[in-house]
């Protein structure tokens, strides 16, 4: 199984990317797909999850309303669109799999992991 993200980069406060998490090697649409970040000596939290179809999505407190969290199953990839970033938005961004949707919000429960894609916002 390999997960692959990729489109974070440099941006400035109130700027948006968009990440993206390439699946292989998995049944992509029989997986929960989810977001956790990390940011430099801290500990690795929770950003999004979304369910098999992408009918239902979860986000943390902090990001809601910023963060969007989609899915291709036809592509076998999951997005992550931030908008109206902040400097605290920095961090490693990595996406993850999993094959049920309870606690979600837990890097622990899930099976998988990509490598990570950096995203820096400057003030």
């Known amino acids: 199984v390999q997960l692959q993200a990729f489109g974070g980069g440099l941006v400035q406060a109130g700027g948006s990317l968009r990440l993206s998490c390439a699946a292989s090697?998995?049944?992509?649409?029989?997986?929960?797909m989810g977001w956790f970040r990390q940011a430099p000596g801290k500990e690795r939290e929770f950003v999004a999850a979304i369910t098999w179809s992408g009918s239902s999505t979860l986000y943390a407190d902090s990001v809601k309303g910023r963060f969007t969290i989609s899915r291709d199953n036809a592509k076998n990839t999951v997005f992550l669109q931030i908008n109206s970033l902040k400097p605290e938005d920095t961090a490693v961004y990595y996406c993850?799999?999993?094959?049920?949707?309870?606690?979600?919000?837990?890097?622990?429960?899930?099976?998988?992991w990509g490598q990570g894609t950096l995203v820096t916002v400057s003030s």
């Open positions: 993850a799999a999993r094959s049920t949707w309870d606690r979600v919000e837990f890097s622990q429960a899930y099976d998988y």
């Open positions: 090697g998995l049944i992509f649409s029989r997986n929960i």
